[in-house]
């Protein structure tokens, strides 16, 4: 891709992977080609938003473990494919920088996937769609990520998707969702039912690994100790997923640090499980997230 705007550069990021750096107006940001993974994004005047791990991979093949990871076209274990990678390939994947543009606010990045550059990866076979996924990223005061799937085969298909975004967060314990409060959800460290609803946010004293289902409006992580939140937004999106791996889970990852689990937490913004979508031949969905950053209040 040539003519990039002045605040976008390409170029080498950890790994050797290449990766694209925006200087924008009212906003920083670090996306890197593999998995089209948002790896930073800091407004003007705020530390950064987004967690990274310390040990996180960067190379092909392995998810990073941060930023935005782009699950699809399934999300954790695929039914009946048990060799086939977690979350699907879409993170796994060197995607096309199709664009970038700068309005003098706003840093438009396009990037692309298609069945043809996902042939040679893994779990290629397990998903053997004609597709095309388009992922708009918008960075300024408030970052919007937009992923948009195509089915261009010539009978339906069905995936999952997910933005499993790493929130930094001074620590998970004094942090809460709020947003999410009388729906039911899954808690995938449970039983396979649904867990009724709560009547407070969300908080931290244990490993949390919950799907809410049927769940189309946003939430809210409020980093208490920092007194700062993330004000989270969407559209096309009827499920999202909350998760923190504490303590043993963390030590047990290789690509996550053992005592980086109080500084992040994940919430997703989703179509997962049974809210998957399905695609006739040359239907598109999109899948919207916006964050923004405010004072607790
Ligand atoms: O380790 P990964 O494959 O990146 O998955 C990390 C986590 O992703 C999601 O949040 C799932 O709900 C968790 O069950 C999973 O542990």
């Not at 700062?228 to 009827?238: P, T």
């Not at 049974?274 to 695609?279: G, I, N, Y």
Request: aromatic fraction near 8%.
């Amino acid at each position: 891709m040539r003519n990039l705007p002045d605040s976008v550069r390409l170029t080498t990021g950890q790994g050797g992977l290449p990766v694209v750096q925006v200087d924008g107006a009212t906003a920083a940001a670090e996306v890197y080609l593999h998995g089209a993974t948002v790896t930073r994004w800091a407004p003007t005047g705020a530390d950064d938003a987004l967690w990274v791990s310390g040990s996180s991979h960067f190379t092909a093949g392995k998810p990073i473990r941060g930023g935005v990871p782009i699950c699809f076209p399934w999300f954790g274990a695929l039914d009946d494919h048990p060799d086939a990678p977690a979350h699907g390939f879409a993170r796994l994947t060197s995607w096309q920088l199709a664009g970038a543009q700068d309005d003098g606010e706003h840093v438009t990045l396009t990037l692309s996937l298609t069945d043809a550059d996902v042939a040679a990866s893994p779990g290629a076979a397990d998903w053997p769609h004609r597709f095309e996924a388009v992922y708009t990223v918008v960075v300024g005061a408030r970052l919007s990520l937009s992923l948009t799937v195509t089915n261009h085969d010539d009978a339906p298909f069905t995936f999952e998707e997910a933005l499993h975004t790493y929130f930094a967060v001074q620590d998970v314990r004094t942090t809460e969702v709020a947003g999410l409060e009388g729906h039911a959800f899954l808690d995938r460290l449970a039983g396979p039912g649904p867990v009724p609803g709560e009547d407070a946010p969300v908080r931290f004293d244990g490993e949390t690994d919950r799907i809410y289902l049927g769940v189309g409006s946003g939430a809210a992580v409020h980093d208490l100790a920092a007194g700062r939140s993330v004000v989270i937004a969407k559209r096309g999106s009827d499920a999202t997923v909350v998760w923190n791996p504490w303590i043993d889970k963390a030590a047990a990852m290789a690509d996550f640090g053992d005592d980086e689990w109080t500084g992040m937490v994940c919430v997703e913004v989703c179509n997962v499980r049974d809210t998957a979508v399905s695609l006739a031949p040359g239907a598109s969905h999109t899948m919207t997230a916006m964050y923004q950053l405010s004072p607790t209040g």
